[in-house]
T-cell receptor, first 113, second 113 residues
Framework: NAGVTQTPKFRVLKTGQSMTLLCAQD?????MYWYRQDPGMGLRLIHYSVGEGTTAKGEVPDGYNVSRLKKQNFLLGLESAAPSQTSVYFC????????????FGEGSRLTVL | QQQVKQSPQSLIVQKGGISIINCAYENTAFDYFPWYQQFPGKGPALLIAIRPDVSEKKEGRFTISFNKSAKQFSLHIMDSQPGDSATYFCAASKGNRDDKIIFGKGTRLHILP
């Protein structure tokens, strides 16, 4: 019972490099989310998706892009990484709009040098 | 603009004591208030949630108290145990009228053995 799986778990980038974080869920959830967690800042919503082929901006979308080509996958991309994007990224999925329990992955720790 | 304000940032409680974490919100459109618990190296997990039509919800040692007029809600952990040591996040959403769940900044709770 995998739930929500994030890859990679750790990554170190140099400023200006690009990368993609992959989130996969096996619960057939419609809703998927990307959050970033920083010390003292809590969880901030980057982008989210309400279904296959849809994406929407959250609180802190700048510098990130997302795609939801398949229902089970939600990709978070950084086109030109900056040190300010050093963070722990969490993917979550939910079966219901707004009031559904969020099921989180274990996080991806990204360091941008 | 922080929509959910959480306090304290950190909390130390003796084993067997009561841990209290407070949250306040501004948007009266919020009508679903979950609490998430996060252990080190793991993603957050839903602990307990409340809607504003009730003033209190209890699940085991965990209780949410809700004050709609004051736009405040709090988490009480009775008989706190070392295993409760974790980071706790309050959150809010507009229920099924919105896709987003907004989190507070978190409280790091440490229970002394």
């Amino acid at each position: 019972n995998a739930g929500v799986t994030q890859t990679p778990k750790f990554r170190v980038l140099k400023t200006g490099q690009s990368m993609t974080l992959l989130c996969a869920q096996d619960m057939n959830h419609e809703y998927m989310y990307w959050y970033r967690q920083d010390p003292g800042m809590g969880l901030r919503l980057i982008h989210y998706s309400v279904g296959e082929g849809t994406t929407a901006k959250g609180e802190v979308p700048d510098g990130y892009n997302v795609s939801r080509l398949k229902k089970q996958n939600f990709l978070l991309g950084l086109e030109s990484a900056a040190p300010s994007q050093t963070s722990v990224y969490f993917c979550a999925s939910s079966y219901r709009r707004g009031t559904g329990e969020l099921f989180f992955g274990e996080g991806s720790r990204l360091t941008v040098l | 603009q922080q929509q959910v304000k959480q306090s304290p940032q950190s909390l130390i409680v003796q084993k067997g004591g009561i841990s209290i974490i407070n949250c306040a919100y501004e948007n009266t459109a919020f009508d679903y208030f979950p609490w998430y618990q996060q252990f080190p190296g793991k993603g957050p997990a839903l602990l307990i949630a409340i809607r504003p039509d009730v003033s209190e919800k209890k699940e085991g040692r965990f209780t949410i108290s809700f004050n709609k007029s004051a736009k405040q809600f709090s988490l009480h952990i009775m008989d706190s145990q070392p295993g409760d040591s974790a980071t706790y996040f309050c959150a809010a959403s507009k229920g099924n009228r919105d896709d987003k769940i907004i989190f507070g900044k978190g409280t790091r709770l440490h229970i002394l053995p």
